[in-house]
């Protein structure tokens, strides 16, 4: 069992529609990254958070440490939002990011 | 545009073959780490190097090393490669030496290995 899954693995929706992605993990982590892929593969990370809830444009990350679960949620979806969104967690004492295996969303007109 | 930089974008080798992957951090960053991602496994954290100083490992094989240079750009060398090591790698730079920091991402170098 991976230490950081996601949910689910794929995701396809209506341009407009909220959209929900889940990240959950086993271990103890100190800070959660959401990372974003596009389909020519450059990564751009999302948000770093620790606590609480991030939001920039569109896009809010909210974690919760003591349920170790994460969501990332996309209002008024948009065909460009399609990609992979992975989330990566900051293992407590360690210096590494264990990553989920990746949501692939894809957005249709 | 991150500001990183990684060369090549694409390279294409031979097993049994060692190849060298470069990374220029964003300016004024100190910290470069190194991940790997493979169809089958993911994103897997490789090593990290912080001021010229290795800071931490990851999954990273014997037959892979880096280095990070004074001007703070880094190198991951692949050797002996095999079909398996068939991925894309990405590094990635931070201001800091910790994860507490947000991390840029290269466009990546994608490894064929045939």
């Known amino acids: 069992k991976n230490e950081v899954e996601q949910s689910p693995q794929n995701l396809t929706a209506q341009e407009g529609e909220f959209i929900t992605i889940n990240c959950s993990y086993s271990v103890g982590i100190s800070a959660l990254h959401w990372l974003q892929q596009h389909p020519g593969g450059g990564i751009v990370s999302l948000f770093m958070?620790?606590?609480g809830k991030k939001k920039h444009g569109r896009l809010i990350a909210t974690i919760n440490i003591q349920e170790k679960h994460s969501s990332l949620h996309i209002t008024a979806s948009h065909p460009r939002d399609s990609a992979v969104y992975i989330c990566?967690?900051?293992?407590?004492?360690?210096?590494?990011?264990?990553f989920g295996q990746g949501t692939r969303l894809t957005i249709n007109p | 545009d991150s500001g990183v930089t990684q060369t090549p974008k694409h390279l294409i080798t031979a097993t049994g073959q060692r190849v060298t992957l470069r990374c220029s951090p964003r300016s004024g960053d100190l910290s470069v780490y190194w991940y790997q991602q493979s169809l089958d496994q993911g994103l897997q954290f490789l090593i990290q190097y912080y001021n010229g100083e290795e800071r931490a490992k990851g999954n990273i094989l014997e037959r892979f090393s880096a280095q990070q240079f004074p001007d703070l750009h880094s190198e991951l060398n692949l050797s002996s490669l095999e079909l398996g090591d068939s991925a894309l790698y990405f590094c990635a730079s931070s201001v800091g030496a910790t994860e507490a920091y947000e991390q840029y991402f290269g466009p990546g170098t994608r490894l064929t290995v045939t």
């Open positions: 990566a967690g900051r293992i407590q004492g360690a210096q590494k990011l264990v």
């Open positions: 958070l620790s606590s």
